[in-house]
């Protein structure tokens, strides 16, 4: 297999993993769904997937043709409409029957937050993401068991999670909730990408 189809396979796998966790969890609710949503992650980590909000802390300026992980930023794009992809293809073999966690009142959230107070709250997810990915690859999986359940009872948006909620409920918005959704999302995908790189504020610049 060549590498384009790799980069896409393993794009679009990485938004599925995220869509078996959005699944789980509103499958089960509550601390339980918020721990087992952590398997997603852990999947993208150990196959060294490529995710949107795993990959955005090696994207920062100008590409360093020195450094093997380093992206470009129309790579990242790539990459973010590939778990999209993925992870709204999901939707199509879960069971809404069996959801305890209304994904539409996520969404509801979401909109009556507006996009400035989703871009931010998105922050600390992206943070949250880079701490598990860093600390995972050094072997040490605490912050992503611990940090992926306090995301989700924190309610910070995930951009790409957010597509399963987005297309679980999709029959019940209306064109006005698309229209809100439209400003929203980008801002989450900025909150996102910013709180990857917040680290480069006070990480030495050998750890970047």
């Known amino acids: ?5 790799r980069f896409i396979f393993s794009a679009i796998t990485a938004g599925a993993c995220i869509g078996i966790a959005a699944t ?3 499958q089960l609710g509550g601390l339980g769904g918020c721990a087992l949503f952590a398997l997603g992650l852990m999947a993208v980590v150990y196959f060294e997937l490529h995710l949107f909000t795993g990959k955005s802390q090696f994207c920062w300026g100008r590409r360093k043709k020195d ?3 380093s992206l470009s930023y129309g790579r990242l794009a790539a990459i973010l409409a590939l778990n999209i992809i ?3 293809a999901m939707t199509l073999v879960s069971d809404p029957s069996g959801f305890i966690v209304d994904p539409g009142a996520i969404v509801g959230k979401r909109i ?4 400035f107070e989703s871009g931010i709250r ?3 997810c992206g943070f949250i993401m880079t701490l598990s990915v860093r600390s995972a690859r050094s072997g040490l999986w605490w912050p992503l068991i611990f940090g992926v359940p306090s995301f989700i009872i924190c309610s910070f948006p995930h951009c790409v999670a957010d597509i399963f909620y987005y297309a ?3 029959p019940s918005l209306s064109a006005s909730d698309w229209v809100a959704l439209a400003g929203v999302y980008p801002a989450t995908v900025v909150g996102n990408y910013l709180g990857c790189n917040i680290y480069r504020s006070f990480s030495p610049k050998r750890q970047h």
Do not use: E, F, R, V
């Not at 297999?1 to 189809?5: A, G, K, S």
């Open 168 to 170: 679980a409920c999709a």
């Open 1 to 5: 297999m060549n590498d384009t189809l």
């Open 67 to 69: 450094n093997k992980d």
């Open 86 to 88: 993925g992870c709204a």
């Open 122 to 124: 998105s922050i600390p």
């Open 112 to 115: 009556a937050d507006g996009w």
């Open 24 to 26: 789980t969890y509103l």
